[in-house]
């Protein structure tokens, strides 16, 4: 059975889930990047060292982000959104949400107490070496597939 | 660590896994989709019933492949690919292909010896409906991160 998610099953895989796909085009070239998120009210919000994707949605925030769920070939979620890539500035939001994003990861490792080894992890506000940035979702659609059998 | 996916790395995660994100574009738009995949020789072979991604593939052959195998946040690694799309219409190779997909695939639900209920496990190679096509990868790149306290 093949279906369509509906709103309040979208809202619900994007906000279980924590690693989404983000696509972004300049000139011909399209490039897919997993990211660690939050979603929160539309938006999804996540940090990057300077780089590749930063460069690309810069030039062109029109961007496709993708999120799901696949317990096998047969059985599987997946929602595609759209949005507009906005960089943020705002020392006190850009801690805000950094640290909204460590605290969403930290439980997924074995070691919760402790920050990462490495500079993703870092909470402060003035190391310009990380990018907080947010999508702003204009559409999200959702499929689904659904065979008990191969469940 | 961070660091730089070798050669033989990016070919063994691209046999390795099953499931990969296509990511086209057209006219403004990008589009992310996961798709079940055989990869062999610098081909990413899979199969599609007629929608948005192979109108947008016929539009504009131009596509991104990405695979990824995450561990945690801090414990993955990734491959992005470009190619150039081609569908096959000869119809033993096409009959080949879904038959490579379907014995890639059938292991990994529990029901190894039988045919899927639905339209993707067809191996009629003259049902119009499935459409079967290569991604004939030009590049190839692969990241990693590695950290064994969070592994």
């Given at each position: 059975?093949?279906?369509t998610?509906?709103?309040e ?7 279980e ?7 972004c ?40 982000f993708?999120?799901d ?10 929602v ?21 994003i460590?605290?969403?990861?930290m439980?997924?490792t ?18 310009e070496e990380?990018i907080?940035f ?8 959702g ?9």
């Open positions: 059975m093949l279906g998610l509906k709103e099953d979208i809202e619900k895989l994007l906000t889930q924590y690693i989404g796909r983000l696509g085009h300049v000139q011909g070239t399209t490039y897919i990047v997993p990211i660690n998120y939050v979603y929160s009210n539309g938006k999804v919000y996540a940090h990057s060292a300077p780089g590749q994707k930063i460069r690309m949605m810069r030039s062109n925030p029109q961007v496709c993708q999120v769920q696949i317990r096998n070939t047969f059985n599987w979620k997946s595609v959104c759209w949005g507009r890539f906005e960089e943020i500035a705002d020392s006190s939001e850009k801690q805000n949400v950094l640290q909204g460590i605290h969403r990861m439980p997924l074995n070691t919760p107490s402790e920050q990462p080894s490495h500079g993703t992890g870092k909470t402060d506000a003035y190391d990380i907080v947010k999508i702003v979702l204009y559409l999200k659609t499929r689904f597939e659904l065979n008990e059998r191969y469940n």
